[in-house]
């Protein structure tokens, strides 16, 4: 079975554009929670999605959205670039997304933004 | 767990004892667990997990202990091995409606000296 599959890996962009991420779960996992990590805040929840469906959100502005598809796979855009958002950003899936199931990360999409 | 980033503790072990690696959650509701390893240029790989109605879990070669008392988790290696090199997060689910939304610890670095 495939893991979880994040496009692109590496990206460049400058402030004040946007950018859209591409995630593809493991074949059957309804459940996609996308994360930032950084170096100074570590690991941070953006969203989760299930069934087309945000459930879950966290504390980032509304420049960060995300969407599910049908078939499970999901996008995150941001808009309008802050330097700040340069991170490593990792999609996750499980199956249905319960509480106590585990989460299966991809390799992450590194986005710079200069 | 709450992730507040800056320096990454750092252990060092030889090749072949048991390592510890230590974390302290926030929140006394969480009530499932996992422990992630994550390498260089790799999204976080599963571990071990751990549900609050236990206290210990083992897996191969490595065991989870939860103290709830005191909101400690630590993650046991037995007999290190050079591929076992990497950063270690524990994370906590605080969600506990269905939906997963985990927050991770800071991470804590193993080097494995030969």
């Known amino acids: 079975k495939a893991g979880v599959t994040q496009t692109p890996r590496y990206l460049i962009k400058t402030r004040g554009q946007q950018v859209t991420l591409s995630c593809s779960p493991i074949?059957?996992?309804?459940?996609v929670s996308w994360y930032q990590q950084t170096p100074g805040q570590g690991l941070q929840f953006l969203f989760e999605?299930?069934?087309?469906?945000?459930?879950n959100k966290g504390n980032f502005p509304g420049r960060f959205s995300g969407r599910q598809f049908s078939n499970s796979r999901s996008e995150m855009n941001v808009s309008t670039l802050e330097l700040g958002d340069s991170a490593l950003y990792l999609c996750a899936s499980s199956s249905a997304g319960d509480t106590n199931e585990k989460l299966f990360f991809g390799s992450g999409t590194q986005l710079s933004v200069l | 767990g709450e992730s507040v980033g800056l320096h990454l503790p750092t252990l060092s072990v030889q090749e072949g004892d048991n390592s510890i690696i230590n974390c302290a959650y926030s929140?006394?509701?969480?009530?499932?667990f996992i422990w992630y390893k994550q390498e260089s240029g790799k999204g976080p790989q599963f571990i071990i997990d751990?549900?609050?109605?236990?206290d210990k879990r083992q897996g191969q070669r490595v065991t989870v202990l939860l103290n709830k008392t005191v909101k400690h988790l630590s993650l046991q290696i037995a007999a290190t091995q050079p591929g076992d090199s990497a950063v270690y997060f524990c994370?906590?689910?605080?969600?506990?409606?269905?939906?997963?939304?985990?927050?991770f610890g800071q991470g804590t670095r193993l080097t494995i000296n030969p």
């Open positions: 929140n006394s509701a969480s009530d499932y």
């Open positions: 999605y299930f069934s087309e469906t945000q459930r």
């Open positions: 994370a906590e689910n605080l969600d506990g409606a269905g939906a997963q939304k985990l927050v």
């Open positions: 751990i549900r609050s109605n236990m």
């Open positions: 074949s059957g996992h309804r459940s």
